[in-house]
């Protein structure tokens, strides 16, 4: 076993991973397979790095996922008004907008505060 480097080394690692779980469950390919799991996370967080999403997209995500209109949301940001500048990008999010945002829809917190 050897540190992911190449796009070679993470194909391999791959095949070797799908051929892991279709094997009897050994403590040795439990821990192969927990090993390879590690490797294979830490080349991904590297090669394929994750952006965090702005405040404004993770509203219109959750906006997606639940089926909300500008009219829903208006209540928890101030009003329909509100609604459309901060969809916009013209004005941030307040500390009360943020609040009711994650307490309204459960968008984490993390998501809503720019940093």
């Known amino acids: 076993m050897k540190p992911i480097r190449t796009e070679e080394d993470y194909s391999n690692c791959l095949r070797r991973i799908d051929i892991l779980m279709d094997m009897p469950e050994t403590q040795e390919n439990i821990d192969e397979l927990e090993i390879l799991s590690i490797l294979t996370e830490k080349y991904e967080q590297e090669q394929f790095p994750i952006s965090t999403p702005s405040p404004v997209e993770a509203i219109k995500f959750r906006m ?22 901060v969809l916009k990008g013209k004005r941030n999010l307040s500390i009360n907008m943020i609040r009711n945002l994650h307490k309204d829809f459960n968008i984490p917190y993390e998501s809503l505060i720019e940093v």
């Open 64 to 85: 997606e996922q639940m089926g909300l209109t500008n009219s829903d949301i208006a209540p928890s940001l101030g009003g329909h008004n509100r609604v459309s500048e």
